[in-house]
C-alpha cells in the first residue's frame, strides 16, 4: 500500500456510540493530522501531531479525542457525538521540515453520519 | 476574518476551454506558502501546486498554472485546456511562518463542472 489509508471510509453512528477512525501512512512522515469537512463550510484543522507529539488543538469539543502511538498511524476516538459533527474526516500526513514548500498528503476521508 | 477567501462557488467551464479560479488570501508574514488542492467526489486531497511568497516567477504544472499578484495577495489557479476529469473542488490553501507542523488553511473552495 502507499499513501495515505483511512478506515472505514463510511460510519454510520448513534450518538450513545463509541467509535474510532483510523488512518495510516506510508510515506514516512513525520506530522500527521485531522481534518473536518462540513457541507458548505471550508476544511477545519483539528488536530496536528509532529514526532507523535500533539502539537495543535483547535477547539475541538472533547468528544472527539485523538491518538497518534506511532508516526505511522493516527486514530480519532468518538464518542457521545451530535448529529452536526456529520462531517467528512479527512487524515494528512506531510514531512515536516521546517519548509513553506511541504505539501500535505491526504487520505480518502471517513465519511461520518451520526443518527 | 477569513484568511482564505474564494469566492466563487461555482463554475462552469466548457471542455478544452481554460478557467480560472479566484483565490485571495490575508496575511501579515512575510514567508508563506500558497496551494492549489483538487477534491473529485472520491473525497481525496490531490495536490496540484505550489508557489512561494518569495518565488519571483509564477509557479505552472503541466496544465495547472499560478497567477501569483503578491501586491494584491491574490494567487489565482489557471486550468488550461480543461477536461471532464478536471470536474471536482478546488481549494486553496496557505501555510504561514511558524505554524506548527504543515498547517494549512483553506479556503471555501470552488466546484468546477466541466461541459462536454
Known amino acids: 500500500e502507499t499513501g495515505v489509508t483511512q478506515t472505514p471510509r463510511h460510519l454510520v453512528m448513534g450518538m450513545t456510540n463509541k467509535k474510532s477512525l483510523k488512518c495510516e501512512q506510508h510515506?514516512?512522515?513525520?506530522?500527521m493530522y485531522w481534518y473536518k469537512q462540513s457541507a458548505k463550510k471550508p476544511l477545519e484543522l483539528m488536530f496536528v501531531y509532529s514526532l507523535e507529539e500533539r502539537v495543535e488543538n483547535n477547539s475541538v469539543p472533547s468528544r472527539f479525542s485523538p491518538e497518534c502511538p506511532n508516526s505511522s498511524h493516527l486514530f480519532l476516538h468518538l464518542h457521545t457525538l451530535q448529529p452536526e459533527d456529520s462531517a467528512l474526516y479527512l487524515c494528512a500526513s506531510s514531512q515536516d521540515r521546517g519548509q513553506m514548500n511541504t505539501e500535505a498528503f491526504f487520505g480518502q476521508g471517513t465519511r461520518l453520519t451520526v443518527v | 476574518a477569513q484568511k482564505i477567501t474564494q469566492t466563487q462557488p461555482g463554475m462552469f467551464v466548457q471542455e478544452k476551454e481554460a478557467v480560472t479560479l479566484d483565490c485571495t488570501y490575508d496575511?501579515?508574514?512575510?514567508?508563506?506558502?500558497l496551494f492549489w488542492y483538487k477534491q473529485p467526489s472520491s473525497g481525496e486531497m490531490i495536490f496540484l501546486i505550489y508557489?512561494?511568497?518569495?518565488?519571483?516567477q509564477n509557479a505552472t504544472e503541466g496544465r495547472y498554472s499560478l497567477n501569483f499578484q503578491k501586491a494584491r495577495k491574490s494567487a489565482n489557479l489557471v486550468i488550461s485546456a480543461s477536461q471532464l476529469g478536471d470536474s471536482a473542488m478546488y481549494f486553496c490553501?496557505?501555510?504561514?511562518?511558524?505554524?506548527?507542523?504543515?498547517?494549512?488553511?483553506f479556503g471555501g473552495g470552488t466546484r468546477v463542472l466541466v461541459k462536454p
Open positions: 496575511t501579515s508574514d512575510q514567508s508563506y506558502g
Open positions: 510515506l514516512g512522515h513525520n506530522a
Open positions: 508557489q512561494g511568497s518569495y518565488d519571483e
Open positions: 490553501a496557505m501555510r504561514e511562518t511558524g505554524a506548527a507542523g504543515n498547517k494549512l488553511t
